[in-house]
């Protein structure tokens, strides 16, 4: 798995809109003249890096209340600027977050431009991104069982997780602020950088089924848009 960029093979061709709610009702397709009012205003525009993007995140997101638009991993700072997102979310996905120095220059190039949110993968790149490094596991995080402490509140989350690289938790101190830690074994669970207006976590807090103890970080990333 090292050194191995496998986010090229499932990131999608093209950029698309997603529309789909956890409830099953395709957002588009609503007439508030029929239906009252939509579930979610859709107020801001987030544009969606799909490094093999987990669909209930998308879901998530629409509940949220966001205009989701999904773009290729390797699309540039640029580019994702030239859609006038009002806040960038970077996804979940396989493989070594070092073997993708594509992906880590774009985030680099909208770090304090955007707020920025990730998830997962998103979280290591956002790391490598602002100066920190990661590492392999030995095992690896997986199951719906896992305990996380928010260092902020004292509060622990049970937790989803899939992965086998982690942010190596020392390399942050300088760079971003760790606001998260998993207690069995004290890796990185996640980050924030306030100057940056960006911050992300390395557990799933849509997992569906799973815990649902997270599912807060999405109305936190509205929130940190709508300052």
């Known amino acids: ?35 009252g009012s939509t579930p979610s205003d859709r107020k ?12 209930n995140i998308l879901r998530c997101l629409v509940d949220t209340g966001f205009h989701v ?9 640029e580019d994702a600027l030239k859609l006038n997102p009002d806040g960038i979310f970077l996804s979940n996905g396989p493989g070594d977050p070092a073997a ?3 992906a880590v220059e774009s985030i680099r190039g909208l770090l304090g431009k955007k707020p920025l949110f990730g998830i997962c993968l998103g979280h290591q790149l956002l790391a490598l991104a602002l100066g920190a490094n990661t590492y392999k ?12 402490k928010d260092l902020t509140t004292g509060k622990v989350e049970i937790t989803t997780q899939n992965h086998g690289f982690v942010v190596d938790v020392e390399s942050i101190k300088g760079a971003a602020k760790t606001t998260h830690l998993h207690l069995n074994d004290g890796s990185s669970e996640g980050l924030e950088a306030p100057d940056a207006q ?25 929130r940190m848009i709508d300052r």
Not at 69 to 77: E, G, I
């Open 44 to 55: 801001f525009h987030v544009v969606a890096f799909d490094y093999g993007a987990k669909r």
């Open 69 to 77: 638009t999904v773009v290729p991993a390797s699309t540039t700072a």
């Open 1 to 35: 798995m090292e050194g191995l960029d496998l986010v090229g093979r499932v990131t999608p061709k093209s950029s698309y809109e997603f529309t789909e709610s956890r409830g099953g009702w395709n957002v588009k397709a609503l007439d508030p003249r029929e239906n």
């Open 198 to 222: 960006a911050f992300s976590v390395q557990y799933h807090p849509e997992a569906a089924a799973g815990p649902h103890d997270a599912l807060y970080l999405f109305d936190r990333f509205r």
């Open 137 to 148: 596991l030995k095992f690896g995080h997986r199951g719906l069982n896992q305990p996380v």
């Open 100 to 102: 993708l120095p594509y």
